[in-house]
């Protein structure tokens, strides 16, 4: 069992970080096949948050196939997220690509606005 | 689906006071509903008007599609001092609303009072704030209400006794499925336990609405010094300038695509504090929003 929690200065809705921290767990293996979440009434007592959040957020992780709802049981994990390994690649290609941001002379703020206005036109193309 | 509260140009004057000025609200059922704004605005007298302690002096209010009757089994009210009777024990407290209440959870009510660690032979007198409010709450709860109302039940406890409480109450609301109207001068309280707001300020409703839609459709803009040009596509909720430079908060559906303007995220509490300038500085009457669903 996972136990969830806000961080109220991230400027992330709350559902979405408890969907993220869903996410995070399956990635790193910490919620496998079968798993169980903690139901509404669970987390609502111990976060103090609305149970509509909650119920929100779940019902998301249902839509893209994470998790499944078994009334009057609860919810459970119903698939695992591509492991670490595949983000290892990634990060070198990354750095290579950092590294020639660097050498043109971009200092630590250019280079954060750059991949962010370039992130969010990317993802918004592709939604 | 009924709604938990319906106004249609609502108004209650006191004398020549005016507390509330043609309120039209609509807020459905199913929600935790944050009631805020600043001292004297109104809070108070909406709350009571919708519990039946009130009646209204011109418009309409239904609670859960009723019109609001004082001593209803299917609304709950805890006012804002969170009243309990000082001289009775905290079991006394549980018999008297078993006595009272024709739909009382006694199973409900003694667990909530364990949970709390409160002791049945405690006199109401001698409890904590923070325990008196939980006494207050579980109260309310028993009776097993379809719409809870709370005048400012966390204002008066400290932040430990803050968080227990609204922890005991979103699990009550979870439990039951019940709607809750709270309400609040202080935004930071409320801001995790409610999905959906209403902002309140001189006598007037501002905003209404869904937290998150809120918070997706309001901006700031912070760009070179320009006249405001009304056909921009968004509302202006408040606005400044320095001498070269324009910073705007903005209302808007749709992503503001300007590249001159740079475009921040705002929280609830910026979102609600610039209703209230807006609203202050005397141009905020042409700009009230509809309550909407």
């Not at chain 2, 407290?93 to 667990?111: Q, V, Y």
């Not at chain 2, 405690?122 to 809870?148: F, M, N």
Request: glycine share 10%.
């Amino acid at each position: 069992m996972i136990e969830f929690h806000l961080d109220a200065r991230s400027g992330v809705a709350p559902y979405m970080q408890l969907i993220q921290q869903v996410r995070h767990a399956l990635r790193l293996g910490v919620l496998r096949e079968g798993d169980k979440l903690p139901t509404v009434k669970e987390v609502v007592a111990r976060l103090a948050i609305n149970p509509n959040t909650v119920s929100k957020a779940y019902r998301e992780l249902e839509y893209e196939g994470l998790v499944t709802a078994r009334p009057g049981v609860g919810t459970f994990v119903t698939k695992t997220l591509g492991s670490l390994s595949t983000h290892e690649p990634l990060r070198a290609s990354l750095q290579d690509w950092l590294a020639g941001a660097r050498e043109a002379g971009l200092d630590n703020e250019s280079i954060e606005a750059l991949f962010l206005s370039t992130f969010r036109s990317f993802s918004e193309a592709r939604t | 689906m009924t709604s938990a509260l319906r106004t249609e140009q609502l108004t209650k004057r006191y004398g020549r006071r005016t507390a509330l000025d043609r309120c039209t609200l609509d807020v459905p059922a199913g929600h935790v509903v944050g009631l805020v704004g600043p001292n004297g605005a109104g809070k108070s007298t909406l709350l009571q008007l919708a519990c039946g302690l009130l009646d209204p002096t011109a418009g309409r209010i239904e609670t859960l599609g009723e019109r609001p009757a004082s001593g209803s089994p299917r609304v709950g009210f805890v006012a804002q001092d969170t009243p309990v009777y000082g001289g009775l024990t905290v079991a006394e407290h549980l018999r008297l609303g078993a006595h009272l209440n024709p739909s009382w959870d006694a199973t409900l009510a003694e667990r909530r009072i364990a949970q709390v660690g409160l002791d049945p032979a405690q006199r109401a007198g001698k409890l904590s704030g923070g325990q008196r409010a939980q006494l207050a709450l579980t109260v309310a709860a028993a009776k097993r209400p379809e719409l809870l109302l709370l005048d400012e039940p966390v204002a008066a406890l400290d932040p430990l006794a803050r968080r227990t409480f609204l922890q005991g109450l979103m699990e009550l609301t979870a439990e039951s499925g019940m709607s809750v109207i709270m309400s609040s001068h202080l935004v930071a309280d409320l801001e995790r336990v409610c999905d959906h707001m209403i902002v309140l300020v001189g006598s007037r409703v501002q905003i209404a609405g869904d937290v998150d839609e809120m918070l997706a459709g309001h901006h700031r803009l912070v760009g070179p010094r320009r006249p405001v040009g009304e056909g921009s596509g968004w509302d202006v909720i408040e606005e400044s300038h320095t001498d070269v430079q324009s910073t705007l908060v903005v209302r808007s559906t749709a992503p503001i695509d300007d590249p001159s303007w740079q475009v921040n995220r705002l929280d609830l509490e910026d979102i609600v504090l610039a209703y209230m300038a807006g609203a202050a500085g005397g141009a905020g009457r042409e700009r009230v929003l509809e309550g909407q669903r």
